[in-house]
């Protein structure tokens, strides 16, 4: 059974960094793409990053500040976040693609299956 645990979120002032981690069971990042998402309160779940073999993308309100990476032996997708702004503040979450995925365009919740718990990540100003 796939199964992903999200960690790493917390508190942090306006321009800060964190690192959000994504713990993998039941499968292998070399066939499955993984996805973060982020949800903030009274809006739409929006696809922040996903990593794939051999590729990753973005969502352009993200792009130069948040970087995506995996350590396969650790079987762990990681979210480096970086230049926090008050408007990165929401719930994210990592989810498993159905199926094998290339990572490009958008990053759309449809393509995704197993979701983690999501972990909360607040930026004040």
């Known amino acids: 059974q796939l199964h992903v645990v999200e960690s790493g979120g917390g508190l942090v002032q306006l321009g800060g960094s964190l690192r959000l981690s994504c713990a993998a069971s039941?499968?292998?990042?070399?066939?499955?793409?993984i996805g973060w998402f982020r949800q903030a309160p009274g809006k739409e779940r929006e696809g922040v990053s996903c990593i794939s073999s051999g590729r990753t993308n973005y969502a352009d309100s993200v792009k130069g500040r948040f970087t995506i990476s995996r350590d396969n032996a650790k079987n762990t997708v990681y979210l480096q976040m970086n230049s926090l702004k008050p408007e990165d503040t929401a719930v994210y979450y990592c989810?498993?693609?159905?199926?094998?995925?290339?990572?490009?365009?958008?990053?759309?919740?449809?393509?995704?299956?197993?979701w983690g718990q999501g972990t909360q990540v607040t930026v004040s100003s």
């Open positions: 989810a498993v693609s159905l199926g094998y995925y290339h990572c490009s365009g958008d990053v759309l919740a449809p393509d995704f299956g197993s």
């Open positions: 039941g499968f292998t990042l070399d066939y499955y793409a």
